[in-house]
């Protein structure tokens, strides 16, 4: 499975972030390599409200007993199941 991490602005208020703020990201893709899978990554963050994105790393994740955090291993599964999955950290970027 493949991992993503870098930052997007939200370009519409919604019920947990204000417009305009960045924030980090993790994702999760299915699918390898990352370069062939730039597109569909700006889609899904587009699809999302998301703009402005910028990849900071990507790696793959080969177990995913790995993963400890509860959210990012509810992404992981829904990666699995769906192909893409997204987190988003609460607090945006000063």
């Known amino acids: ?37 730039l597109s569909q990554i700006e889609g899904y963050l587009v699809a999302r409200g998301w703009d402005n994105i910028e990849v900071l790393g990507n790696g793959v994740i080969n177990n995913e007993e790995d993963i400890t955090h509860n959210v990012l291993q509810q992404a992981y599964t829904k990666a699995k199941d769906e192909g893409l999955a997204v987190t988003v950290n609460n607090q945006p970027l000063i």
């Open 1 to 37: 499975m493949l991992i993503i991490n870098g930052t997007a602005e939200l370009m519409h208020d919604n019920e947990e972030f204000t417009k305009g703020t960045r924030h980090e990201f993790n994702m999760f893709s299915r699918e390898m390599p990352f370069e062939q899978q």
